[in-house]
Nanobody
Framework: QVQLVESGGGLVQAGGSLRLSCAAS????????MGWYRQAPGEQRELVAVIGSGGVANYADSVKGRFTISRDNAKNTVYLQMNSLKPEDTAVYYC??????????????WGQGTQVTVSS
């Protein structure tokens, strides 16, 4: 079993910043990608940012230039620095990890979600 523990969500005014963290633990032989998704009320879950094992990152167009994803491989932790937050960034943010586990197969694990609310 792989567990993801998220932290860092909260309430912030528009233009403010938040930093999300997600620590992965459990039986993983290696971690491929680590990413953040979000889901606003009544909307589908969408990709925010993802980072590969080598540090290459991809972002949704809506957050480019404002959000930065990073990872600490020694700690199996991924971060999302969110700057210049907008009310439309309000959502539940979920951490996702794609890893190599038992039988050397690929698996995915999801965090429990952390609420980010941006007030105007």
């Amino acid at each position: 079993q792989v567990q993801l523990v998220e932290s860092g969500g909260g309430l912030v005014q528009a233009g403010g910043s938040l930093r999300l963290s997600c620590a992965a633990s459990g039986n993983m032989k290696s971690i491929n990608t680590m990413g953040w998704y979000r889901q606003a009320p009544g909307e589908q879950r969408e990709l925010v940012a993802v980072i590969g094992s080598g540090g290459v990152a991809n972002y949704a167009d809506s957050v480019k230039g404002r959000f930065t994803i990073s990872r600490d491989n020694a700690k199996n932790t991924v971060y999302l620095q969110m700057n210049s937050l907008k009310p439309e960034d309000t959502a539940v943010y979920y951490c996702n990890v794609d890893y190599v586990g038992r039988y050397y197969l690929n698996y995915q694990s999801w965090g429990q979600g952390t609420q980010v609310t941006v007030s105007s």
